[in-house]
């Protein structure tokens, strides 16, 4: 019997959670081209083998590394569309920047590796068709007048202007966020007014 087949369900489980852990660490100090299977291997305590075990490519552990990024978002989305003023928890979940460093490198890494392109753009596309029904169920019964605006133009600029100002404020720039900010809480007034 093999080592990895003498280890229990759980402990299967840390050890891929070391791996994926190690990998984000790395591609947050030193970006997505850093991340080697001895690097990562070294970083969480294994032999580069354990980690071919688990991960037959390194395609396979950034999609890993993606997937896990994946469903931490889509759980923080969907608290969000749960809250009393969905639209407002979701702009505060969009706007904080603490993933945006390793947002950046899988979009990175993408540029060279097609699934991991294919998997965000589904993610994006499945993110901002809920996003867009919530717009929509939000904006039906309100005095904002959208103009003819779909739900998705909405949502898509919701979307981006959330990361612009998340990515600014990691590099520390700030010109436009307090006028952005104001435009938002008027938005946001009209549709989920605060008690």
Known sequence: MSRMEALDPGEHTDTKTAILDATVEIMREQGYAAVSSRKVAE???LKSNLLYYHYKTMDDLFLAVFQRAEERHFGAQAKALAAEQPLRALWQMSTDASNTGITA?????SNHRKALRQEIARSSERSRKLEAALL???LRDTPFDRAGLPPLFLSLVMTAISRLLAMDSVLGVSAGHAETA???EAFLAQVEPLD
Do not use: F
Request: proline fraction near 0%; aromatic fraction near 0%; hydrophobic fraction near 50%.
């Open 182 to 184: 104001a435009c938002m």
């Open 105 to 109: 490198e899988l979009i990175a890494a």
């Open 136 to 138: 929509e169920r939000c």
């Open 43 to 45: 970083r969480a305590g």
